[in-house]
């Protein structure tokens, strides 16, 4: 079974940055996608950002040309670059699995997730 472990968050200022991390052990399927999603108070949770095995990245509108996300398969790691922050992004961020091509909505496994907090 696959466990996910986030690292990274904490408070940044509006326009900085934050690197999110997320490290995947147990049996990884050499196709699976992965991603994050966030939930900020009293909003349903949001797929942000997702990739598959072969490294296509898909993006909500909201994050487009600020975040970037990616992996290393060999490390079983998955990222997300957060640049230009605003308080909108504030949330708990989720690390996200499917052993599939495509991440699904719910995916098949949830990291415990990290908070991320965007406030001068």
């Known amino acids: 079974q696959v466990q996910l472990v986030e690292s990274g968050g904490g408070l940044v200022q509006p326009g900085g940055s934050l690197r999110l991390s997320c490290a995947a052990s147990?049996?990884?399927?050499?196709?699976?996608?992965m991603g994050w999603f966030r939930q900020a108070p009293g909003k349903q949770r949001e797929l942000v950002a997702s990739i598959t095995s072969g490294g296509s990245t898909s993006y909500t509108d909201s994050v487009k040309g600020r975040f970037t996300i990616s992996r290393d398969n060999g490390k079983n790691m998955l990222y997300l670059q957060m640049n230009s922050l605003k308080p909108d992004d504030t949330a708990v961020y989720y690390c996200?699995?499917?052993?599939?091509?495509?991440?699904?909505?719910?995916?098949?496994?949830w990291g415990q997730g990290t908070q991320v907090t965007v406030s001068s």
């Open positions: 996200a699995f499917s052993p599939f091509f495509l991440l699904t909505n719910p995916p098949s496994r």
């Open positions: 147990g049996s990884i399927p050499r196709i699976s996608a």
